[in-house]
């Protein structure tokens, strides 16, 4: 199985400031079709966790634009360009290029100094 | 617009078996994949396996195999996993997630079920 890491593990911010997650697999990411599956979820305090990324840099349907994706092969970033008090929760990658069998991140922790 | 509605919390006895659901309303079941994720209080995201309806045919992580079986009713576009020999360390929120294709599609977990705990205790 790939197995992905992320770092930090957590990640105080200050509202209205950055805040950027790493995300590394340990084989490349890229499909044979030519895609990399690799996906950004959101998971806010008591809720299942919600899509934000997909294909490494596309927005889901309804996420605000401060957030972006980035990278290729093993090396991956999620940014939030202006931290929202909304924003606190767990951001894990994951990747689906070995689907069926998919693999997610530790999770980072994002939360307010 | 899709939504994933699960069985309610279920509170087991070690050895036994626990069977959750997850009903698809609002679009299309068969032809996506249905994927079963848990997570353990506070802990990550751990996918158990996954069954695409129009197929039928089910996939499970390593970890899980022999314990798990994940299968689908067309009819009432509902899926089900099923977790035996339940012990302590099987303690989470277990959640069905529908996965959106690969190649022109997202190739990611679209659409999330609200979450079944499932508590194991004697």
């Known amino acids: 199985d790939i197995v992905m890491t992320q770092t930090p593990l957590s990640s105080p911010v200050t509202l209205g400031q950055p805040a950027s997650i790493s995300c590394r697999s340990s084989?490349?990411?890229?499909?044979?079709?030519?895609?990399?599956?690799l996906s950004w979820l959101q998971q806010r305090p008591g809720q299942p966790p919600r899509l934000l990324i997909y294909k490494i840099s596309n927005r889901f349907s309804g996420v605000p634009d401060r957030f972006s994706g980035s990278g290729a092969g093993t090396d991956f970033t999620l940014k939030i360009s202006r931290v929202e008090a909304e924003d606190v929760g767990v951001y894990y990658c994951?990747?689906?290029?070995?689907?069926?069998?998919?693999?997610f991140g530790q999770g980072t922790k994002v939360e307010i100094k | 617009q899709v939504q994933l509605v699960q069985s309610g919390a279920e509170v087991k006895k070690p050895g036994s078996s626990v069977k959750v659901s997850c009903k698809a309303s609002?679009?299309?079941?068969?032809?996506?994949?249905i994927s079963w994720v848990r997570q353990a209080p506070g802990q990550g995201l751990e996918w158990m396996g996954g069954?695409?309806?129009?197929?039928?045919?089910?996939n499970y992580a390593q970890k899980f195999q022999g314990r798990v079986t994940i299968t689908t009713d067309e009819s009432t576009s509902t899926a089900y996993m099923e977790l035996s020999s339940l012990r302590s360390e099987d303690t989470a929120v277990y959640y069905c997630a529908r996965f959106h294709g690969m190649a022109t599609m997202e190739g990611a977990f679209d659409i999330w079920g609200q979450g079944t705990m499932v508590t194991v205790s004697s």
């Open positions: 069954i695409i309806p129009i197929f039928g045919t089910a």
């Open positions: 084989q490349s990411l890229v499909h044979s079709d030519g895609n990399t599956y």
């Open positions: 994951m990747q689906a290029t070995q689907f069926p069998h998919v693999t």
């Open positions: 609002g679009g299309t079941f068969s032809s996506y994949a």
